[in-house]
Structures are given as C-alpha cells and as structure tokens.
C-alpha cells in the first residue's frame, strides 16, 4: 500500500550543541575511580585473607591503576600464576584475576602443616594440590570485587576460563585499551605477592560509579554478611546433645543410690541445643571409636 501523500515533519529536528552532551570520562578520572574501589578491595581482601596465614594479618597496598595493552600485562604478574577470567554486571564485562604462583604454593605447604615455603625451584605449572587453594582465594576475590564495585552479585561472579602456569592473556585483543591494578600483599614474615586485575578501559564507568564504593553498596555489604565470617564466626559455642529424656517421679529420684541400674532408652533422634534452643537432630553412631552424631535435620 503506498501512501496518497509525503509525510513532512511538523518540526525540525532537534540538534544538540557538545556544550549539552556529557562527555565520557577521560581516562584519569576512570583510573581514579579505580584506585578508589581498590582501596575498599584491600580491605576486604585483608580480612578475607587473614585466616589463611594463621591469623597474622597480611598488609595490602592498592597500587595506582594504569592504563596498558595486553602485551604490557605480562609485566605484572610472575613466570608462574594462576589466572581466572570472571564475567562481571550484568554487561558480563570480562575482568581477568591473576594470582602469585609461589605465593599459592606457600599457602598449600602451611595448610598442610608446613612453615609456608615455595619449591625451588618452582615448578613450571602449579599442581593438583593446589586447585583447591586457587579456588578458595579466586572466591574470595570474587566477593572483594563484588564488594568494592557494588555489584550485588552476592560474590557470585560467572568465571569463563582458568589458566593455570603462566598468565593467560588471550581474553583480550591485541588493540584493546585495558586497565590494570595490583593489590600487593605483604605477609607478616616478609614476602610480597600481587594480585592483578584487568578490565577494559571503557567498562570501567560502567563497573564503578563517581564515587568508587557507592553507598548502595555498602548498604548491600551489610545485607550479605556472612555470620561465619570474622569477626564473629570464631566465636566459640558450647552445643548440648541431648541423648536421655525421660520423667521420673520424685519418690524415685528420692531412693536413689550409688550402684542403682535405671532402664533408660536413647533417642532415635538426638536434638542439639545451643543456649537452651533446639538448632539441630541426628542420629548416634561412632566415628573413630568415638561417640557421634549424624546431622539429619538442621534449623
């Protein structure tokens, strides 16, 4: 069908002078905002992180973000690491983590009871035993981003690929202009190790408003705080388990005597009280020739 007439525009078109449109952030103010989510990232990495060290805590220093290409990323990480390409927002724009290997390898010899030292020399790729360990720290970087960039992710960040011996940095192309930060970290006996983090560039504005850690951010911290966490899942409780329950008159409990037998019959469900509360029921069994109870029902 074709129209009886031309269409003509009623008005003209409106033109926008560049004094009305907001330009995009340079790149100092991008890096900026960086630096300023790193500094709420260490933070929270040096709370996360403690534990592993034996609760000496670690000091970290957020370095100021740079602007690089790809071929520049290799320069801050070592010949051995492990890297992790997360999908962050909702634009699942790729961040790549990348972490110390001997650093890793000095965590898995003191979780293994070791004093924390490094093979030398060093192996070209990390090894089994530390996959675990990898995915324990590549966690809790995850909820440290999650944090400082007020993502509201819950620390819950997609990962697409994993490179474990030297960095990986594929993900991004040769002509890409990325961002790059390094979260130092010092051990109390004196070694320093980086974590590396890269972004594009253009995705920062993105990933972190004006002001770094937003407010709505910190008011989602204190949504998802983890009751397990320090300072508070430390904190020891003495938990009862209930294994007798029975009424008995007082015109027994008045005849007793030492050497006395009282039938009794254990329960098929044993509640565990905390402060007088019911928070669990199991079952009894035996567990290295000790006395044990199966969890069947929690809260």
Not at 138 to 165: F, K, N, Y
């Amino acid at each position: 069908m074709k129209p009886e007439r031309d269409f003509v525009a009623q008005r003209a078109l409106a033109r926008h002078c560049p004094e009305l449109v907001r330009p995009a952030p340079e790149a100092g103010e991008l890096l900026a905002r960086l630096d300023a989510a790193g500094e709420v990232m260490a933070a929270a990495l040096c709370r996360s992180l403690t534990p592993l060290f034996g609760y000496d805590a670690p000091h970290l220093a957020c370095e100021p973000a740079s602007e690089c290409g790809t071929a520049d990323l290799a320069g801050h990480a070592g010949p051995l690491a492990a890297s992790s390409l997360m999908l962050a927002g909702k634009d699942k724009v790729p961040v790549l983590a990348t972490l110390d290997g001997p650093a890793i390898l000095r965590m898995v010899d003191r979780a293994f009871g070791g004093k924390g030292i490094a093979p030398n020399p060093l192996p070209e790729a990390l090894p089994l035993s530390a996959q675990l360990m990898i995915a324990r720290l590549e966690s809790l970087t995850m909820a440290a981003i999650d944090q400082a960039w007020g993502l509201g992710l819950g620390g819950q960040l997609p990962v697409a690929q994993r490179s474990v011996g030297k960095p990986d940095f594929a993900p991004f192309p040769d002509a890409m202009r990325l961002a790059a930060q390094r979260i130092v970290v010092t051990e109390a006996g004196g070694a320093r190790w980086p974590i590396s983090l890269a972004l594009p560039l253009d995705a920062v504005a993105a990933m972190i408003g004006d002001g770094g850690h937003s407010a709505s951010a910190e008011r989602h911290s204190r949504r998802a705080v983890n009751p397990a966490e320090d300072p508070y899942g430390g904190l020891p409780f003495t938990i009862r388990a209930v294994l007798v329950d029975m009424a008995m008159p007082v015109s027994t409990i008045s005849t007793l005597s030492p050497g006395q037998v009282l039938p009794v019959s254990v329960a098929r469900s044993v509640p565990l009280h905390v402060g007088g509360r019911a928070i669990a029921h199991g079952t009894i069994g035996a567990l290295d020739e000790n006395v044990a109870v199966q969890i069947s029902h929690a809260f």
